[in-house]
């Protein structure tokens, strides 16, 4: 949920479960993680221009798992990606011209 005009806002909507953790200084771009069908938490991008956006994961494996910690005022994005319980996590950046990579 964020705050505008005095009133509260569920970007994600009502049916999805999420966190945020970082916000552009301007408020216009949140990032976090959100849970899939599956309910592996994936990370995602949230701005006034385009909406919700699914982050990914780096090696697209079933139970892997991602989350964004940062993301700069630019638009850079930096989290971890990877499967916590059998193959460790990777730190990641993203950003919009490069996706996410190690």
Same mark, same amino acid.
């Given at each position: 949920?964020?705050?505008?005009?005095?009133?509260?806002?569920?970007?994600?909507?009502?049916?999805?479960?999420?966190?945020?953790?970082?916000?552009? %200084?301007?408020?216009?771009?949140? !990032? =976090?993680?959100?849970? *899939? +069908?599956?309910?592996? /938490? @994936?990370?995602?991008?949230?701005?006034?221009?385009?909406?919700?956006?699914?982050?990914?994961?780096?090696?697209?494996?079933?139970?892997?798992?991602?989350?964004?910690?940062?993301? %700069?005022?630019?638009?850079?994005? !930096? =989290?971890?990606?990877? *499967? +916590?319980?059998?193959? /460790? @996590?990777?730190?990641?950046?993203?950003?919009?011209?490069?996706?996410?990579?190690?």
């Amino acid at each position: 949920m964020r705050w505008v005009a005095g009133k509260h806002d569920l970007f994600l909507g009502y049916k999805t479960l999420g966190e945020a953790t970082a916000v552009t %200084s301007n408020g216009k771009k949140i !990032v =976090g993680q959100y849970y *899939d +069908p599956q309910n592996n /938490g @994936i990370a995602f991008l949230y701005s006034d221009s385009h909406g919700f956006a699914s982050l990914g994961t780096i090696l697209h494996g079933r139970y892997e798992q991602s989350i964004a910690n940062s993301i %700069s005022d630019n638009g850079t994005v !930096v =989290g971890w990606s990877g *499967d +916590p319980w059998t193959h /460790g @996590i990777d730190a990641f950046i993203w950003t919009p011209a490069g996706g996410m990579v190690r």
